[in-house]
């Protein structure tokens, strides 16, 4: 397995937007995404000039059916 990147909020959401997600809502420091092909959403917490945690980050990815390979090979 790689090791994960410090990667913002917003580098995050254009990753994910890239595998097909669109926002759907935002409520509060959270934003929603959501994928119609398969039905996944996902919930990227939105925290100016600080990083996503490494645990909150493999989550999401799991979340968003991304593979770590596939999440470095966009950035």
Partial sequence: MSKLPAITSSE???V???FGFVEQRQK???LHL?????KRRVTIPI???R???KGTLTAILKDAGISI???LDEL
């Fill in 34 to 38: 959501k994928r119609d092909s398969d």
């Fill in 16 to 18: 994910v937007k890239k």
């Fill in 12 to 14: 995050l959401v254009r």
């Fill in 28 to 30: 509060g420091s959270h």
């Fill in 51 to 53: 990083d996503i945690p």
């Fill in 69 to 71: 390979e596939e999440f």
């Fill in 47 to 49: 925290h100016k000039g």
